[in-house]
């Protein structure tokens, strides 16, 4: 039977599932085929520099849902303590709650790295910014804030490793309520 006509945003969107399930490094383009209903030549109209770019339109749909649903959480006015809440309450939803792997680490180990460590590395530095602009808007100083904002994705993004090394999402949902407590928490004179 035909695959079914699909957008680009429809064929992404299935490749980032597959990247997740399988890693970059794993995903073979029968698996990626298997699991967007193309044949590889279809892949291939889609994307003519093959998995290089069927990863970057994968990361292009994280980019937009980034900027729809997450960025915004801290964008505005308003108590800096929910907004942090908020912003990570829909980080734990993009990762749905500690299930679906990290995918910093999936695209930026290996092969990948070359492609997409940039586009992470921009990604990662516009978080810390943007975590560290509300933190000063809480009162903390902007140096302790850049830390802190940091220290709060390396714990979204270790807890995510380990949750997966365990088999067992708790450790992640308890380090994304703990989170914005350690973030906001009285500086030290």
Known sequence: MPAPSLTREEVAQRLLAEFRRSGYEGASLSSLSAATGLGKSSL?????????DMGLAAMEVVGAWMQEKVIPQLQGGGDP???IKRYFAAL???????TLPCLTDLFTIGEAAGYFQQQFRQRIGQGIKLIAAVLEEAGIAPAEAARRAEDGLVMLHGALVVARAQGNTAVFVRTIKAIPEMLLAPQDD
């Not at 291939?44 to 290089?52: A, L, S, W």
């Open 44 to 52: 291939y109209h889609y994307f003519p520099n093959g998995k290089v």
């Open 81 to 83: 303590e929910k907004r």
């Open 92 to 98: 734990s939803e993009f990762y749905a709650k500690g």
